[in-house]
């Protein structure tokens, strides 16, 4: 379980530019939900997950990971039970390292070993029997830099490094965004399929609506801070595009946009 309590967030306080993007602002993510995060342009959605992850600091409320107080846990000692997956391809891997070396870092996440030790035979045929699913090609190319590879093929990378070690909670940050429709789709599904086999409490935000109701159980709409719409099972299975859509437009409206 994932529970932000009384959040309150500040930008540039005390400066001509402060603003307050959230006011006691509360979010519990119950433990095997998949929450689709949807909401224009900054209304908080990434700011919600960087304080999750401890990569800004609230100004005042808590955060509780499975009932524990995290709030004033490093981020670095977070992320041994969040894996994080960005927009950009080119964060969550290594460009100048091989598809070995770089899944090898990802498994070592948290141990002190060094590479030399762990990128070996045995690692290679698991990482080669890891990758053929994929349909991408990769199993061939474990000594080919991940710098060479496609956008898709990286956040594929990305996706696989983020959940390779015994991790709990899942962020994605518009992992898809930066993807061709068809690409996309294929890490949607690589999604999907790893969520459900490592039983990952989700959370994704997203800007594609259809991804946002096709896939988890939970959808949240977030505008100016707050979150304006929350529904779950049954109700988020009858939403349609078009309801979601509609809401966005009154909201324009009503910002004057
Ligand atoms: N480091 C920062 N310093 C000052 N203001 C910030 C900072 N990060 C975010 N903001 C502001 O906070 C608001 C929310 O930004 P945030 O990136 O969380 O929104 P978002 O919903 O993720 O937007 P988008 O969909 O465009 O990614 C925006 O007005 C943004 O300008």
Do not use: W
Request: hydrophobic share 35%; charged share 25%.
């Amino acid at each position: 379980m994932l529970e932000l309590k009384h959040i309150h967030k500040y930008y540039n306080p005390g400066t001509v530019n402060e603003m307050c993007l959230f006011r006691d602002f509360n979010f519990r993510v119950e433990d095997g939900e998949f929450v689709s995060v949807v909401g224009s342009n900054g209304s908080g959605k990434t700011s919600m997950l960087n304080i999750i992850c401890g990569s800004i600091a609230a100004d005042s409320g808590q955060i509780l990971m499975n009932g524990r107080d995290i709030t004033n846990l490093s981020e670095y000692r977070r992320l041994s039970k969040i894996g994080r997956v960005f927009q950009n391809p080119s964060m969550g891997t290594c460009p100048s390292m091989t598809i070995m070396e770089n899944l090898s870092l990802a498994e070592n996440k948290g141990k002190s070993y060094n590479l030399g030790r762990c990128v070996n035979k045995k690692r290679r045929e698991t990482y080669q029997d890891m990758l053929r699913p994929l349909n991408l090609g990769l199993e061939d190319k474990l000594d080919v830099k991940v710098g060479a590879l496609s956008g898709g093929q990286r956040q594929a990378m990305a996706l696989l490094m983020s959940t390779m070690t015994p991790i709990e909670f899942l962020i994605l940050d518009e992992h898809t965004a930066a993807l061709d429709p068809k690409t996309a789709e294929i890490n949607m599904q690589l999604t999907e399929q790893i969520v459900r086999q490592k039983k990952l409490t989700s959370i994704m935000v997203t800007h594609n609506l259809r991804y946002a109701l096709e896939y988890g159980n939970r959808i949240i709409m977030m505008h100016q801070g707050k979150i304006i719409l929350d529904k779950k099972g049954k109700e988020k299975e009858d939403l349609h595009v078009d309801e979601v859509l509609g809401l966005f437009n009154e909201i324009s409206i009503e910002c004057g946009n």
